[in-house]
C-alpha cells in the first residue's frame, strides 16, 4: 500500500480501518475448517466449513443446503451443531448468541457490457461479475476494478486521460473476471472430495490396510486438488492487454510475454503486468515511491525525471538504484 493511499485513508471517516494495515495476527485469525460429510447420506455433497473470525469466540458456520432445501426449514443452532459434527452425530453445543444468519445461491455470471452507452455508467464489483467463493476472488476482482477505473475517472475528468482512456477499464478489466470465474470452478473439485474418495466414516477412523490406504487417497486428493489455496498465477499474474500497455514494435509477444502459470506467480516487467516488488536498498518497496497518476521507473533517479519532463501527463520519478538493480525480474 503506497504511503499516500495509507494516508488518505486512515484520514477518511468513511473508510474503516478497524483492522489495521499490519498483516501480524492475520495467520491466527480467518483460519478455515472444512467438514466433510458421509456422501451416502449428504446426497454426495461436502459437508461444512468453520471459519474463525477472531480466533477466540467469534465463528461463521457455512452449510451446503443443497438444491431442494426449504429455507424454513433451516435454523440456525440445528445447522451449528450438524456441521461440527462432521460425518458423526450432530456436536452438542449451544452457541451464546447467533449474530447473523444468511443464505447465498452461488452464481457465476459477467455482466454483457460493464458501461452505459454514453459512458456515464460504469459497473464493478459483483454488479458486474458474480462468481464461486472458492479462490477467494470476488471481493479481490471488486477491489481490483476500482483501482483500475478510479484512476482513469480522475485522469479522464482532470483532463489529462484522453478521451479513449475509459474505454479500456472493461477491456482490461472483463477478461480478468471471466480467467477468476474459470478458475474459481476448477478449484470447486476439492469440495467433490466426499464423493471422489468414497468416505466412509468407519473405514476412516481404523487403523487397518483400508483405514490407511483411504488416509492416503485423501491426502493425494487433497495435494492434487488445492489449488483452491495456492494459485498465485491466477491472483497476480495475469496482464492487461488493451493498448495502455505499449509495448515495443520489435517485441514478438508471443515469444517474449511470460507464460500464465495458475499456481506461480512469476514477478516481471512485461506491459499490462502487476507491478513487480522490487526492495530499494533503504528497505522501502519501489511502489512506495508511486504517485498516484503514472510512475517513471528508471534505473536512476535523473533519467527517471528528466524521462518525466517531457510528458504532458502527471508523472512522478522513481528509480531503481543499483541495489535494486540486483534483484532478477524478468
Ligand atoms: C460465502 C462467501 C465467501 C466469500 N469469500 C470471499 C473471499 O474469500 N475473498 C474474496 O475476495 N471474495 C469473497 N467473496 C465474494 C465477496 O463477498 C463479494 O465479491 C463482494 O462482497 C462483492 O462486493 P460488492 O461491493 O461488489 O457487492 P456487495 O457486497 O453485494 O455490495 C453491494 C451493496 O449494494 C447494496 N444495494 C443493492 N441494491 C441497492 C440499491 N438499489 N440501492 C442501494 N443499495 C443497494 C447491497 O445491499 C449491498 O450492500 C465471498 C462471497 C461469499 C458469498
Not at 447420506?41 to 467469534?58: F, H, L, R, W
Not at 477505473?149 to 479522464?156: C, E, H, I, N
Not at 472493461?170 to 478458475?183: C, K, N
Not at 495502455?244 to 511470460?258: F, H, S, Y
Request: proline content about 5%; glycine content about 10%.
Amino acid at each position: 500500500m503506497e504511503p499516500w493511499l495509507r494516508e488518505e485513508y486512515d484520514a477518511n471517516l468513511l473508510i474503516d480501518t478497524r483492522y489495521g494495515w499490519a498483516v501480524e495476527g492475520l495467520v491466527d485469525r480467518f483460519w478455515h475448517t472444512f467438514f466433510p460429510m458421509d456422501p451416502a447420506t449428504n446426497n454426495g455433497s461436502v459437508g461444512g466449513a468453520i471459519i474463525a473470525q477472531d480466533g477466540k469466540e467469534t465463528w461463521t458456520v457455512h452449510d451446503y443446503l443443497g438444491s431442494d432445501y426449504n429455507a424454513d426449514d433451516v435454523k440456525a443452532e440445528k445447522t451449528v451443531a450438524r456441521v461440527l459434527g462432521g460425518m458423526g452425530s450432530p456436536y452438542p453445543i449451544s452457541p451464546d448468541e447467533i449474530t447473523i444468519t444468511s443464505i447465498f445461491t452461488p452464481t457465476v455470471a459477467l455482466a454483457k457490457t460493464w458501461t452505459g452507452n454514453h459512458q456515464r455508467v460504469f459497473l464493478a464489483g459483483d454488479s458486474c461479475h458474480q462468481t464461486i467463493p472458492s479462490g477467494g476472488y470476488g471481493m479481490n476482482m471488486g477491489l481490483a476494478d476500482a483501482w483500475d477505473l478510479g484512476w482513469k475517472l480522475a485522469a479522464t475528468i482532470q483532463g489529462w486521460g484522453g478521451t479513449n482512456l475509459l474505454k479500456k477499464y472493461e477491456q482490461e478489466r472483463r477478461p480478468v473476471a471471466a480467467l477468476m470465474q474459470h478458475w474459481s470452478k476448477i478449484h470447486m473439485k476439492l469440495m467433490g472430495l466426499s464423493t471422489a474418495v468414497k468416505l466412509d466414516p468407519i473405514v476412516i477412523e481404523s487403523m487397518d490396510e483400508h483405514g490407511i490406504a483411504l488416509r492416503e487417497e485423501i491426502d493425494q486428493y487433497v495435494q492434487e486438488n488445492d489449488d483452491h489455496n495456492q494459485s498465485f498465477g491466477v491472483e497476480m499474474g495475469y496482464r492487461y492487454e488493451s493498448n495502455l500497455a505499449v509495448l515495443n514494435e520489435q517485441v514478438d509477444v508471443e515469444k517474449a510475454a511470460p507464460q500464465f502459470d495458475s499456481r506461480n506467480y512469476i514477478p516481471t516487467t512485461f506491459p499490462g503486468s502487476r507491478v513487480a516488488h522490487v526492495a530499494l536498498s533503504d528497505g522501502s518497496a519501489i511502489s512506495d515511491g508511486f504517485g498516484k497518476g503514472f510512475t517513471m521507473v528508471a534505473s536512476l533517479q535523473k533519467e527517471a525525471v528528466a524521462a518525466g519532463d517531457q510528458c504532458q501527463v502527471p508523472i512522478v520519478p522513481a528509480s531503481l538504484e543499483e541495489a535494486a538493480s540486483k534483484h532478477s525480474i524478468l
